[in-house]
């Protein structure tokens, strides 16, 4: 492993990164990929071009550019926190550096989040690394410097951060729904100074009647989604699933545009939205969380959730994963089962168990599916309104990261290792 020593001053602008995989689920934000030949069958010895073990534990999506693979991980105990850069064509971890380290972490509530599981963006020569409360940094690709840091920004994650980082122009947009506070900021991508900053004006009804105070914490204030960016009739919403309500924003303001009400709290996964459809697809969250589709409009204002909701469905929705989109056909995975449902209706088309528990969001090239599930198992998929099992692949430990593409290959980053699955 090569460890190069971090520099302590900025280097000189660096040309523009061919980003093959910016950030979470792709360059379209979707998990949709445009790459012909992507591998379908593998096992542990076969089809895998390099297994890379990773130090830490972290549940990040490799944001990739420039042959480089830029992923976090934290110790188990979140007293530190690190980036690391894998070379794409070796698996060599080529540099990595510690970034946070904290005396006394908030203890996460449970065991399925990790102190490092928003993932990194890279976009002309930075990449930007996020630890929610913990710390946000903007690194220079080549030189590795540290551009500009913000660790001011601050709530309870509680149960852990979650929301990855999006970029919006010039602007870095960072979701902070945590137990005490629930807002939104825009970061200047040159300075780090905030640009704005919105606060949740969610109705959470969730106060106890005798303190005034949240029930239980604020628990069910949590989220851990990430927004999407919906241009709908030269017009672009900040799409953001939050605790009790999805809400929409314009990205260069933070001003509040509409927003759909529902009763249920901590949604992780990212919206996805069909400009043929003109549909937005939220998953509402835990707590019997359902599949809703959002009529997009342009001119839409305020409490939008008796006007535009299109449909709404039950069965079988993913509680973490994100769901994929091909054509009207909307997969998703949830308890060991996979399904499709005609996104122009809801109608649930097939059902059918496929593995463990899903976290990882899926993957489609347009022709197949990729499932990758909690214990190591992944199924592949035709993307078709009836089911077809193309192959079922084991790795040796499970996925709760998504999936990332470059190169023409898979990138797979299981509980201890990243896996390049691909010849």
Not at 323 to 335: C, K, Q, S
Not at 375 to 396: H, I, M, P, Q
Request: aromatic share 8%; charged share 20%; net charge negative.
């Amino acid at each position: 492993m090569k460890i190069a020593p971090l520099l302590l001053l900025a280097g000189l602008l660096t040309p523009t990164l061919a980003a093959e995989w910016p950030e979470f689920r792709g360059p379209t934000a979707d998990g949709l990929v445009q790459t012909e030949g992507l591998p379908t069958e593998w096992a542990e010895g076969k089809n895998i071009a390099w297994k890379t073990a990773l130090p830490g534990l972290g549940w990040s999506t490799p944001a990739i550019a420039d042959g480089i693979a830029w992923l976090t991980s934290a110790s188990l105990d979140g007293t530190t926190q690190t980036v690391h850069a894998i070379d794409i064509k070796t698996g060599d971890i080529v540099w990595e550096q510690l970034l946070v380290t904290t005396d006394n972490p908030e203890p996460l509530a449970n065991n399925m989040n990790t102190y490092a599981t928003p993932s990194p963006v890279v976009a002309d020569g930075r990449v930007y690394v996020h630890f929610g409360s913990y710390g946000t940094f903007c690194l220079d690709a080549k030189s590795r410097a540290i551009l500009w840091q913000r660790r001011d920004l601050t709530n309870s994650h509680w149960r852990g951060p979650g929301s990855s980082p999006a970029l919006w122009k010039d602007k870095l947009i960072l979701t902070f729904d945590g137990a005490d506070q629930q807002y939104l900021v825009a970061l200047d991508t040159a300075t780090g100074r905030t640009v704005w900053r919105r606060d949740r004006s969610t109705a959470y009804g969730d106060e106890d009647p005798k303190t005034g105070r949240p029930a239980n914490s604020g628990d069910m204030r949590k989220g851990y989604s990430t927004p999407v960016f919906v241009p709908i009739d030269g017009v672009t919403h900040l799409v953001s699933n939050s605790a009790k309500a999805c809400w929409a924003y314009d990205p260069d303001t933070g001003e509040e545009l509409w927003h759909v009400n529902y009763p249920t709290h901590s949604p992780s996964s990212r919206p996805v939205f069909s400009q043929e459809l003109g549909l937005i697809f939220i998953n509402t969250g835990l707590g019997k969380a359902e599949i809703w589709a959002i009529r997009a409009d342009a001119k839409a204002r305020g409490d939008i959730g008796g006007t535009h909701v299109a449909w709404k469905l039950l069965k079988r929705t993913p509680k973490r994963s994100s769901p994929v989109l091909v054509g009207h056909l909307l997969f998703m995975a949830n308890d060991g089962i996979a399904a499709c449902a005609d996104a122009r209706t809801g109608e649930l088309l097939w059902q059918e168990r496929a593995g463990g528990e899903y976290s990882a969001s899926l993957l489609s090239d347009g022709k197949h599916v990729w499932f990758f599930d909690e214990v190591g198992l992944c199924t592949v998929v035709k993307a078709t309104a009836t089911y077809e099992k193309v192959a079922e692949n084991s790795l040796d430990a499970g996925c709760l990261a998504s999936p990332a593409v470059a190169d023409g290959a898979l990138f797979v980053r299981t509980r201890t290792h990243l896996y390049r699955i691909g010849q």
